[in-house]
């Protein structure tokens, strides 16, 4: 009976590893394949501004932006309150946070840490614009990606169809 359960510990323990060992994997894969996905024209016959975005490597949309008029690659999550930067992303556009500019307790999937809000002059997609964005400027050690979360698509309408991401203004 003891050598049953020391086992099953053994197996249990094993597979904590393994589950991990695949998720650290997969993300960095994930990051490393992205496939940019080029927004689709809007239709000639519709007057509303449309960006169409197919699935990109991993199942996630990634997408281009134009940020304050520079290119900054995103990956949509609606389950991100806000637009989310990357330090050095932010730098490119000419914001630098200080350290007690980091005054927002953030809840990620990395853990609780702090960031930067910043407000955006405007973000593109296609043919897509949004002005005035709330948006948190993360240290690069706590966000892998850039994320185009809801400051954004909350001005925005958007569908989710055959493994496609509609965004329409």
Same mark, same amino acid.
């Given at each position: 009976?003891?050598?049953?359960?020391?086992?099953?510990?053994?197996?249990?323990?094993?597979? +904590? !590893?393994? +589950?991990?060992?695949?998720?650290?994997?997969?993300?960095?894969?994930? %990051?490393?394949?992205?496939?940019?996905?080029?927004?689709?024209?809007?239709?000639?016959?519709?007057?509303?501004?449309?960006?169409?975005?197919?699935?990109?490597?991993?199942?996630?949309?990634?997408?281009?932006?134009?940020? @304050?008029?520079?290119?900054?690659? !995103?990956? +949509?999550?609606?389950? %991100?309150?806000?637009?989310?930067?990357?330090?050095? @992303?932010?730098?490119?556009?000419g914001i630098h946070p200080t350290q007690r500019d980091y005054s927002v307790k953030v809840?990620?999937?990395?853990?609780?840490?702090?960031?930067?809000?910043?407000?955006?002059?405007?973000?593109?997609?296609?043919?897509?614009?949004?002005?005035?964005?709330?948006?948190?400027?993360?240290? @690069?050690?706590?966000?892998?990606?850039?994320?185009?979360?809801?400051?954004?698509? %909350?001005?925005?309408?958007?569908?989710?169809?055959?493994?496609?991401?509609?965004?329409?203004?």
């Amino acid at each position: 009976m003891r050598s049953i359960i020391i086992m099953a510990a053994a197996l249990l323990a094993l597979g +904590v !590893f393994a +589950v991990r060992f695949v998720d650290q994997n997969s993300r960095a894969h994930v %990051a490393s394949t992205a496939v940019t996905a080029a927004p689709t024209p809007p239709p000639a016959s519709n007057n509303s501004r449309t960006v169409v975005l197919n699935k990109g490597n991993g199942g996630h949309f990634w997408t281009e932006a134009r940020v @304050d008029g520079r290119r900054i690659e !995103f990956v +949509v999550d609606t389950g %991100a309150s806000a637009i989310a930067l990357r330090e050095s @992303d932010a730098r490119r556009l000419g914001i630098h946070p200080t350290q007690r500019d980091y005054s927002v307790k953030v809840n990620t999937a990395n853990g609780v840490s702090r960031a930067a809000p910043v407000q955006l002059r405007m973000v593109e997609i296609g043919n897509v614009i949004v002005r005035d964005v709330q948006a948190l400027i993360h240290p @690069d050690e706590g966000l892998g990606v850039n994320l185009l979360g809801m400051t954004f698509l %909350a001005k925005v309408r958007w569908t989710h169809d055959r493994g496609k991401l509609i965004i329409e203004q």
